[in-house]
C-alpha cells in the first residue's frame, strides 16, 4: 500500500509538470501569433506615381492616416497590410485621393478603395494625368 500511495503523489506532480509545461507553451505560441500579426500590418505605405506627361516616375512615403499633397493630388493612406505568405507576397492598402484641381463637389475623391501590389487593375486609379502604384508597406 505505501507503494501505490508514492505512485499517486509521483504521478499528480507529473500531471502538474506536464500542465504547467503546455499552458507555458502555449503563452508562447499565442505571444508570436501576435508579434507576426502586427508585422503584418503597416504604418507607412509607399506608392510610385507615374506622370503621364512629363513620363517621370516618383516615390512617395505616406504615413498611414496622415494626408500628403503630390502636386494636384491629395493621398492618404488608411491601412496597410502585407500577406502572411513568403513565397508570392502581396500587398494591400486602402487609400483615398483627391484631386485638388476638380472644382466639382459631387465627386469628392478620385480614388477611395483597397489598392493591390500584384495587381493595380483590380480596382484601377483612373485619372487623366497619374497613375499610382502601390509598392510598399511598412
Not at 29 to 56: H, P, R, V, Y
Amino acid at each position: 500500500m505505501i507503494k501505490s500511495k508514492k505512485n499517486i503523489q509521483f504521478g499528480k506532480i507529473n500531471f502538474l509538470v506536464i500542465l504547467f509545461y503546455l499552458v507555458f507553451i502555449n503563452l508562447i505560441l499565442s505571444n508570436k501569433q501576435l508579434e507576426a500579426k502586427e508585422t503584418l500590418t503597416g504604418k507607412f505605405i509607399e506608392i510610385k506615381i507615374l506622370d503621364k506627361i512629363s513620363s517621370k516616375n516618383n516615390l512617395l512615403k505616406i504615413e498611414i492616416g496622415i494626408e500628403k499633397k503630390f502636386k494636384n493630388l491629395l493621398i492618404k493612406g488608411l491601412k496597410c497590410k502585407n500577406s502572411e505568405f513568403d513565397d508570392n507576397p502581396e500587398i494591400t492598402a486602402y487609400i483615398q485621393v483627391k484631386d485638388l484641381t476638380n472644382d466639382n463637389n459631387n465627386e469628392v475623391f478620385v480614388f477611395n478603395g483597397w489598392t493591390f501590389s500584384s495587381s493595380p487593375t483590380i480596382k484601377p486609379f483612373d485619372h487623366p494625368v497619374y497613375n499610382i502604384w502601390l509598392t510598399k508597406c511598412y
